[in-house]
């Protein structure tokens, strides 16, 4: 067997002795990161708690609340004067 092959096959090994390992951990964050607004999962879901589930949780829906916020705080420009702007015509005469 060559040293490549010996390389691949304790790769290998080390790959499925540490993916074995991962599958049988439990998870030590499930029980501390529960969302207030999801129900308990024994319970049926109605269509409003399920609507306000969605919007919730809803990252894209926070973002453009987020952008709407920033929005207006931009202050209106409608009423204001344009930028003054200076020209200069000359002619280059000999």
């Not at 269509?47 to 952008?67: F, G, H, I, T, Y």
Request: aromatic letters at 4%; a neutral charge.
């Amino acid at each position: 067997m060559a040293l490549t092959h010996k390389i691949i096959v304790i790769g290998f090994a080390t790959g499925m002795l540490f993916s074995s390992a991962l599958s049988f951990a439990s998870p030590a964050h499930t029980s501390q990161n529960k969302n207030d607004n999801t129900p308990a999962l024994n319970t049926a879901l109605s269509l409003a708690d399920a609507v306000k589930v969605a919007l919730a949780d809803n990252p894209s829906l926070a973002s453009m609340a987020a952008r709407a916020e920033a929005m207006a705080a931009i202050p209106p420009q409608v009423g204001t004067l344009p930028d003054p702007k200076l020209s200069l015509n000359a002619l280059n005469l000999p």
